[in-house]
């Protein structure tokens, strides 16, 4: 699957300096992700709230990449079959996305119409992916505590859940995030990565994004789901109704997926909650 | 080690504060000092350098493995009267009695740090160490802390020693603010700041210079090693080899492009080189000369076409001689890969270990749930911030606790004093390549 895991050659001459020559296809990855559509390769996912009574609404938007539709379209350097460019072109993206949402024009557009109303009038939290070096001069500042900001109204960071390798870095992130405004979730916590946790809800997060599979309800885990917040929680990949029984009966609220936003359109009272 | 240390301190009182004017003596103690410095050492060093010439000397007797008794006074936090600030009668006492310390040995060296603290340091038999301890004992009143006086041993107790230059400088933590000159690739990226941007156009080129590149000059060999503190020889254990991404950046990349900069690119390359030092150990002449080899390797890597040539080619019985680090990042990234390229590795007889581990990581990942043998600990001057429970809590989620841990990037005796207080055996890093001396 990756094309530079091959063979060593002959022994060859120590390095003298780079041959700055063209390789055509991941020579221009980045090039092809500058001049990409944002609003076809991005995935809309509504994020819905679930009250106590069963009645639901907008909670959040999740505006990321879509690696599908990435392969869908005239890819030239294989980025599907190797996750590394992908999460560099995810990276990437992040940066143009940022940038396009702090436009009025192309905001509303890339937000577009949330449960048959134009998000405009009511802007919905906004879960985004951050660029390379979002928070790169952590070190350089202030190092202070700084309090959560608004749950309701600041937007999301989401970072994958393999940066809580380095948990110190990541509570120092964590920190920056909130001086600047923005809350922290980290994403692809899973059945498979819960089990390997001693203490998740010691990861220095606000918010957990919790992909479903009926593993969770495994024995093994409750102990580790007990242990967690459900308002951290946002359950994600809700494509059937057992995903949202599930999350309801552990107190979660947050729900993200085809049936959550099925859920959605089927309330005739939807609104933002 | 600046055994030759500046003759200009060597009539200073240790308690004057760092610039007094000292020249005239006041007490024996001085007097004595200035005698012996015409001679040679012992030599009074009162102040900032002192404290930087103790860390020296403790690195240089860990470094060297050569033992020290030492004397650590901590006059510091006494009655300004009996650590003799003054002429206060009390403090004559304590004058008086270090006295000895500078009649019979002229290799005794005698430090004064800058918080007033005082630290004596002789080759054994020290019996000058002994007869000021014991005068000392008699003229410190019950006021005094218990720890006022403590006798030492290095290199075992180098982090004893250190933490109180470190302290006396106004530093918390043993590593006395020396810089790690090991360069661990940098986990945050950073701003660019109009320099060459590490881009995919930057990957391509370099993917193309080092495919037909011999790595040897980009790629870092170090041996770990079995240390005990009780003075055995450094037996080599395995070789750890892994890019050398500083040495990389300066060969093939031009000033300011830099791969932490772009994390994804920066791991495709990663993998890039993974596949080749697999590749090398897979050639024939280095399978003659078969040793016992460390790699941090990515569950692609293990699955690819390099390693499969590797794992056909070396004997079933060399290979409980290969090390395979693996990542925290890999397993939550994507767990149940991480766990088939784990059990596929166990079933063939390779050794695992957690790579880049720090007490933090272990206390939430523990090393027992992911089925790896070994923790692969990444040294930090941070780690001296650890309160011992901390420390024994982290490694005792180890698999076989401290003793499967091995220490990596020891640069300084500070990390090494670390290691021995924590009961690590293995270490890697600069310091212990001095060590072993040339092999």
Redesign the interface.
Known sequence: ??R??????A?????A???????P???????WLAGLPLAVVLRRRIGIAVGSDGGCGVAHLRLAPSLAEMRRMADP?GLGD?L??F??A??VLARRLLAALADPGLRAGLIGPIAGRMAAAAPPQLHLDLP??A?????AEEDGPAPEPDAASAPVAVL??????????LAARRRMLHRRGWRLALT?L?A??L?????PE??PTDLLRLRWSAELAEPALASALDRMDPARLVLTGCHRPAALAWGRARGIARFEGAEAEALLRRAPWAEAR | MSAAACPAEAGRDPWDPPGTDAAAPRSAWTNAAKAQGAAGPPVLLPGPQAAADLIALVEESVATDSRREVLLLRLGGLDPRQRGASAHPAGRLVREALAPLFEGSVRTRLFGLPNGDLVAVAPPPAHPLEAAREALTRVLDATAPPDAIRTLRLPEAAAAVLAAAAESLGLTGAAAGREDPTAWPS?????PGGATAF???A????????????L???TRRQTVCRLDPDHGPAAPLWEDRRPDWTALAA????PGCDPA?????R??LG??LE??LI??L??PASLRAWRPTGLAISP??F????FA?LDAALPAMSRAGLVLGL???????D??GF?SVRDAARARGYRLALDAA?P??L????PA??GVDLVRLRWSP?LTTLSAEARAHALA?CPGGPAGVVLAGVAASAALAWGWEAGITMFQGPLIERRRGPH
């Open positions: 699957m990756n530079t895991d091959g063979p060593a050659k022994p060859a001459p120590a390095i300096g780079a041959v700055w020559a063209e390789a296809a991941l020579a221009g990855l980045d090039a350097a190797d590394d460019l999460d560099h995810r990276r390379d070096g928070t790169a001069a952590v070190a994958p859940l393999s940066e809580a390798a380095a948990p110190e870095l692809g899973s498979g990565n089990v390997l946790l001693a203490a010691a990861l | 986990s945050g990226p950073s701003a881009d995919s156009a990957l391509a080129a370099l993917e193309r210079t080092l495919a037909a590149a011999d040897g000059a980009v060969a093939v990349l031009p900069a772009a994390p994804a690119l791991r495709r993998r890039l596949a080749r590749a090398e897979a050639h692609e890597t699955g690819g076409p390099a040539r990542r925290a990042e890999d397993a939550l990234a767990p149940s766990a720090t933090a990581l206390v939430l990942l523990p749930r992911l941070d989620l």
